[in-house]
């Protein structure tokens, strides 16, 4: 079983940046691919951005191309996403993922373990 905990959510105004972390821990998590997603209220989940266990493929969703890194130090155990140039429209929460396999996807129903989320408000 894999656990996954999200930390470094807050409020911060438009054009800030925060840096969540997730730290995952479990007897198969050697080479799985990772991935952020979030969750505003009244819509889906949506993809962030994912990342394989040697982070030599990374994808991101086209509402934060540009501005978010994801990265990960796979001796801390630990994915990352900083989050720049950041917009209310990015306000909600943040879910950390991590998916049995080594390749990336953006795809909610292919990832098996799941944080319990962290709140990103972004004020204008």
């Known amino acids: 079983q894999v656990h996954v905990v999200e930390s470094g959510g807050g409020l911060v105004q438009a054009g800030g940046s925060l840096r969540l972390s997730c730290a995952a821990s479990?007897?198969?998590?050697?080479?799985?691919?990772m991935g952020w997603f979030r969750q505003a209220p009244g819509k889906e989940r949506e993809f962030v951005a994912t990342?394989?266990?040697?982070?030599?493929?990374?994808y991101y969703g086209d509402s934060v191309k540009g501005r978010f890194t994801i990265s990960r130090d796979n001796a801390k155990n630990t994915l990352y996403l900083q989050m720049n140039s950041l917009k209310p429209e990015d306000t909600a929460v943040y879910y950390c993922?991590?998916?049995?396999?080594?390749?990336?996807?953006?795809?909610?129903?292919?990832?098996?373990?799941w944080g319990q989320g962290t709140q990103v408000t972004v004020s204008s």
């Open positions: 993922a991590a998916k049995i396999g080594m390749v990336p996807s953006s795809q909610v129903l292919e990832y098996e373990y």
């Open positions: 479990g007897p198969t998590l050697a080479r799985n691919a």
């Open positions: 990342i394989n266990w040697s982070g030599s493929t990374i």
